[in-house]
């Protein structure tokens, strides 16, 4: 069972994760929550070229290649070996990420960079997908709330970048509907975690 979350910054994601985590651990299931680059140091030496600050004559096709590298290290080093043990795996961030971002944000195309990432994972995508679905405004907003958070490189591009990557995820939802589950994330974060958490017990369940 593969469960990934998506959504624009501040949308909650990586705080009800967490929160799905620690849930499911507490019921007894086996469960590996994973971020890109998850702690993995060739995944880690790949993402600080892309999120240097310094680099901003990173090109986009390289950009979106180096994340699907950077995700294809995660895959085999962590997520594979934990499927295979029977884990279900939270993942923050992974294929639809690129397509928003990189796809729909920066204009390289949906359905170039799903080519490059399936190739990168090896036709590998999640079961479930949660999108944390927020305003980007509303999003950002509670990014400069928190001190906590760190802005980086790509934090400061523009809003109309972040309504593309919204409306890329919303489209994406609609296509593959199949795995896709959308969440309004601009409601409270025990309203939004219940309402997760209930569709991932039913995907694990079978009857969703
Ligand atoms: P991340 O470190 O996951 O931060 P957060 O989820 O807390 O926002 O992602 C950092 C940035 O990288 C974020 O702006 C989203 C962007 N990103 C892409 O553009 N493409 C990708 O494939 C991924 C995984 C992230």
Do not use: H, W
């Not at 994601?13 to 994973?34: C, F, N, P, R, S």
């Not at 294929?95 to 090896?122: H, P, R, W």
């Not at 999640?126 to 400069?144: A, K, Q, V």
């Amino acid at each position: 069972m593969f469960i990934s979350a998506e959504g624009v910054e501040g949308c909650g994601k990586t705080t009800i994760l967490k929160m799905i985590y620690e849930k499911l651990l507490k019921e007894g299931y086996k469960v590996l929550l994973a971020r890109e680059p998850g702690g993995v140091k060739i995944s880690e030496q790949i993402r600080n070229i892309i999120l240097n600050k310094e680099n901003t004559d990173l090109d986009n096709r390289s950009e979106a290649l180096l994340f699907a590298a950077s995700r294809r290290q995660l895959l085999v080093e962590k997520i594979y070996p934990a499927l295979n043990n029977g884990y279900i795996v939270l993942c923050d961030r992974f294929v639809d990420s690129s397509l928003a971002y990189q796809g729909g944000g920066k204009g390289l195309g949906v359905e170039n960079v799903l080519n490059i990432n399936l190739f990168a994972t090896n036709n590998t995508l999640p079961n479930l997908t949660l999108l944390f679905d927020i305003d980007p405004s509303l999003g950002l907003e509670r990014i400069r709330e928190n001190k906590n958070r760190e802005v980086n490189r790509l934090d400061l591009e523009r809003l109309d970048f972040y309504n593309k990557v919204r409306n890329t995820f919303l489209d994406l939802s609609k296509k593959y509907s199949n795995r896709y589950y959308v969440l309004d994330a601009s409601k409270s974060i025990d309203e939004v975690f219940n309402e997760a958490y209930k569709k991932v017990i039913e995907v694990i369940n079978g009857n969703n």
